[in-house]
Every structure is written in C-alpha cells, then in structure tokens.
C-alpha cells in the first residue's frame, strides 16, 4: 500500500500508552488529520472508536492489539512497521444507518460499523413489531431486544446472543432476537444486505426502549429503520497472514 505519512492514536490503557510512547521515538509521526494511515493501538472497543473517527475522511486504519480480545487487530511489535503497513491488505467496511424516532417525536440518525440493537430499559419484556423491506415479517415478538449486524459486526454481540458469523463478503445482515420468550424458537433471519428493517416498539409508554448503534445510543424510542449506509464506510487494514475474512472463518470452529 502507497503512504507517505502516519500517525498513531493510543487507548488510555497504560500498555497502549507505553506502546506509542515508543513507536514515537521509532518512527517519523504526524498528527492524524496530516496521515495517509493511522495506527491505532488498544482494543476493539478502541479500535471501532478510531474507525468512527476517521469515518468521513476514509483514512485507512491499522490497529495494533494492546487490549484484550483483539479480533479487529494485528499482532502487536515494534519492528518494521513500515515495511507492515506497505503490505497491509485494505478491507472496505459497509455501515449500518439507524434512524431513530423517540417517544417525544424527535429523530436520530447514527451510523454503526458492528450492529444495530434494541433493549428493554424496564423490567418489562419489549414488545417489537418488525418490518422488512415494508412488509411485516413479525407482528410481535416479546423480547429482550433485537439486532441487525453487519458480517464484521457479527462475531460481536450477535455471536453472543446465537446469531449467525457472516462471512465478510455474505452481503448480508443477521437479524438476530436477544432473549426471545415469544415466538419462543425464533432464531432470527438473515437478510440481503440492501434489505430495510423496521422496529415498531409496541407499548411504549410502559415497555420502554433503547436503541444503540455502535457508541451511540437513545432512549424512550418508538421506531427505528435499519438499512445500509449508501457510502462506503471507513477502511481496515491487515496483515496478509492475519487478515479479517479468515479470522471470521477461524471464529465459526472455535470451541
């Protein structure tokens, strides 16, 4: 891969810090707005941070793992970073867009570059009509919540609660129940990735409802529209030897 210029941004975990501390004095930095690439350093929370940061300008981001799990990551070492980043592999990530209407008629609109999801905020099981494509699929499922992950999203959450691993190349989305009590063996749905989804949080004054895309979040909501965002998302890079798809295809055999 072509670059001139990097930057490297850092969690506030001490091993992230001590890491770019010395990646620094390593190698010529420039500030992140200045970079062709930017190395990020932590975890995945981290790293889905830094791609919603640098979203609308499409740097191309390559993390390295000084967090826990590190699905997102390239292995972490000091030496020939460069060299790394020359041959790192480019994955083009497609956005989620949530529309959100609250229960005082507002609207808000995020994007989300792992899932969308619904949760009960009371004691009270939601209760959720879904839409798909305008045509109602479930008049009501009575629920914890739902979702709708995008195939790099799917190892998340969605994996989690039973949904499907998607291959990164699927074009499709997981539609995924989160503790359903009713239907009671409704696993969810896997959608074509142009598919529209619609929630309509039924009893809304009493069985009140989040929404989350990502780090963003809303409360008391009344309807949310799912659909893939119409511009490419933000861009990932890998090792050849590390890369994102065979990570996903190593997720499905794992015990």
């Not at 770019?20 to 929370?45: F, H």
């Not at 740097?59 to 020939?80: K, Q």
């Not at 969308?116 to 008049?139: P, Y």
Request: negative net charge; hydrophobic residues 45%; contains cysteine.
């Amino acid at each position: 891969m072509d670059f001139k210029t990097i930057a490297i941004v850092a969690s506030l975990h001490e091993e992230a810090q001590q890491a770019e501390s010395r990646l620094k004095a390593r190698y010529p930095i420039v500030p992140p707005e200045e970079a062709d690439i930017v190395v990020a350093l932590g975890g995945d929370g981290f790293m889905l941070q830094t791609l919603h940061e640098f979203m609308e300008p499409r740097t191309p981001i390559f993390g390295m793992n000084r967090g826990s799990v590190g699905f997102l990551m390239n292995t972490f070492t000091e030496d020939g970073l460069m060299e790394r980043l020359e041959r790192a592999e480019p994955i083009d990530l497609r956005p989620l867009r949530m529309t959100v209407e609250d229960i005082d008629g507002n609207t808000h609109k995020f994007l989300a570059l792992n899932e969308v999801s619904l949760l009960r905020d009371t004691r009270f099981a939601a209760k959720i009509r879904i839409f798909v494509d305008g045509i109602m699929r479930m008049e009501e499922m009575i629920c914890d919540g739902v979702l709708v992950a995008t195939p790099a999203g799917s190892t998340a959450y969605n994996n989690a609660v039973h949904g499907p691993i998607l291959p990164l190349n699927a074009e499709l989305l997981a539609l995924t129940p989160i503790s359903a009590f009713r239907p009671r063996h409704w696993r969810g749905a896997l959608l074509p990735q142009h598919a529209k989804v619609v929630f309509e949080v039924l009893d809304h004054d009493l069985r009140r409802v989040r929404a989350g895309a990502d780090f963003s979040e809303v409360r008391d909501v009344v309807k949310v529209t799912v659909e893939v965002n119409g511009t490419i998302g933000p861009q990932i890079l890998f090792d050849p030897e590390h890369n994102l798809e065979e990570r996903i295809i190593k997720e499905q055999f794992l015990p």
